[in-house]
């Protein structure tokens, strides 16, 4: 895959984040791809947050690249591995569902312990 182009964008109506598969709200920052694979072109949206995860994220075992399912497996897998005791980020995962939260805590820990590249177990 070949990102072709890629752009931070103010949002001027709703969309829908590709990764954490949650809203990007009307005057969100967020940034936009487009990219092309064999013949096939696409663009791919998301918020800044949720890019910037997965450039800390180790996702080299997705050889078919990030989508929604791989984003929400990390994590799941970010939360158990480091939170399996927490019961508010155990619940946020498995009841609630909300990842762009999760995103957002996660980045805030990552920077905290100065990690810029994380393998998360499977």
């Given amino acids: 895959m070949e990102i072709v182009s890629e752009t931070t964008l103010t949002a001027r109506k709703e969309h829908r984040c590709e990764l954490c598969n949650r809203i990007i709200h009307k005057g969100q920052r967020y940034r936009k791809q487009f990219n092309k694979d064999c013949?096939?072109?696409?663009?791919?949206?998301?918020?800044?947050?949720?890019?910037?995860?997965?450039?800390?994220?180790?996702?080299?075992?997705?050889?078919?690249?990030?989508?929604?399912?791989?984003?929400?497996?990390?994590?799941?897998?970010?939360?158990?591995e480091y939170h399996n005791d927490a019961e508010d980020a155990l619940n946020i995962v498995f009841q609630n569902r909300k990842y762009y939260d999760l995103v957002k805590m996660i980045l805030a820990e990552l920077k905290e312990k100065g990690i810029t590249h994380i393998k998360l177990d499977e």
């Fill in 39 to 80: 013949g096939d072109v696409w663009s791919f949206k998301g918020h800044e947050e949720c890019f910037e995860l997965t450039s800390i994220i180790d996702f080299i075992d997705y050889y078919e690249g990030v989508d929604y399912d791989a984003f929400e497996e990390a994590i799941t897998n970010y939360v158990q």
